[in-house]
């Protein structure tokens, strides 16, 4: 069974750091897109941004909202993806979900919640 | 940055009403669209991806057309597990934008 599974969310203060992990299972990671997206409390979906199949390099894509701060790369070995999040905001405050990017948005994690708050 | 609008915002139907949700994107996007539907609380699931091809798994009731900047989700005979909010999206370049959202709720 294709699957995505996030973990790494939590409380972190403004300013601070965070790294999300997304592990996949019943598929390679390398072989797709993949993009995070989020949901803040009460609101709709935003995307963050997307890192390329093998074949494209891995090159990513990100946000206005996020560039510069966040920071998507891959562990081939470990079948994961991961988001480092920097310079966190209360505004980055969302539930973030890890997306295979095949056929628009096709499998998507349980998500993991990420708070920023003093 | 390609912008998306969705009509209406919010709707209220009964079991078996045909429902009908458009999403219009600011510029031409092909059929670069994708629709998805979120139940409160829940993961969003796709529906329909390249404007009108349905994702595996997905009832038939639920349709799609549109290209260029207007698209529209059709659910034919509403069940009571459609009762949802249901956002189109862009991927016809970066960033990729959803729409707002039509939330359907029971009349």
């Known amino acids: 069974e294709v699957q995505l599974e996030e973990s790494g969310g939590g409380l972190v203060q403004p300013g601070g750091s965070l790294r999300l992990s997304c592990a996949a299972s019943?598929?390679?990671?390398?072989?797709?897109?993949m993009d995070w997206i989020r949901q803040a409390p009460g609101k709709g979906l935003e995307w963050v941004g997307r890192?390329?199949?093998?074949?494209?390099?891995?090159?990513?894509e990100y946000a206005a909202s996020v560039n510069g701060r966040f920071t998507i790369s891959r562990d081939g070995s470990k079948n994961s993806m991961y988001l480092q999040m920097t310079s966190l905001k209360m505004e980055d405050t969302a539930v973030y979900y890890c997306?295979?990017?095949?056929?628009?948005?096709?499998?998507w994690g349980h998500g993991t919640t990420v708070t920023v708050s003093s | 940055d390609i912008q998306m609008t969705q009509s209406p915002s919010s709707l209220s139907a009964s079991v078996g009403d045909r429902v009908t949700i458009t999403c219009r994107a600011s510029?031409?996007?092909?059929?670069?669209l994708a629709w998805y539907q979120q139940k409160p609380g829940k993961v969003p699931k796709s529906l329909i991806y390249d404007a009108s091809s349905v994702q595996s798994g997905v009832p038939s009731r639920f349709s799609a057309s549109g290209s260029g900047t207007d698209f529209t989700l059709t659910i034919s005979s509403l069940q009571p597990e459609d009762f949802a909010t249901y956002y189109c999206q862009h991927y016809y370049n970066h960033p990729f934008i959803f729409g707002p959202g039509t939330t359907v709720d029971l009349k």
């Open positions: 997306v295979r990017g095949r056929n628009g948005l096709d499998v």
């Open positions: 890192t390329r199949n093998k074949v494209h390099s891995y090159s990513t």
């Open positions: 510029q031409g996007i092909s059929n670069q």
């Open positions: 019943g598929f390679t990671l390398s072989d797709h897109y």
